[in-house]
């Protein structure tokens, strides 16, 4: 699976710098809160937005964020930290769960092409039916 481009944070709550990174801050290590990246499950995951997704690949995925994700290892940080690895730690089940489901991962491709349940009458792309 590609890795996607991240969107840049607009600053570290706690560090105030920005970066590509989301999920921690490259320059103070903090754990930081679930941003518009937590709506598309692909990127919250770190892979490339495909109907074929290696179940393999998304395990360890998700068992290598879980694990930096867990509250457990924020007990004794501050209550905004682990406020954010709860939220964080939602968001991968979330993900996790709807990628793994074929249907819900093409439901969720769909969404993430501007398709919205509601919208039954307009076509998908060709390419993303093909795919």
Known sequence: MDKPSFPLIP?????????KAYHFCPACG?????????KDYFQFLGCS?????????????FYSLSRKFHPDYYQNSTQQELDFSLERSATLNRAYHTLRDPLARAK???????????EAKT?????????
């Open 49 to 61: 937005q495909a109907m074929c997704l290696s179940g393999e690949e998304l395990r360890k995925r």
């Open 30 to 38: 903090k754990i930081q809160p679930v941003g518009t990246e937590g």
């Open 11 to 19: 600053a570290c709550w706690s560090c105030g710098k920005s970066s």
């Open 108 to 118: 969720h491709l769909l969404e993430q092409a501007g398709f919205a349940n509601d």
């Open 123 to 131: 076509q998908p792309p060709a390419d993303l039916l093909m795919e």
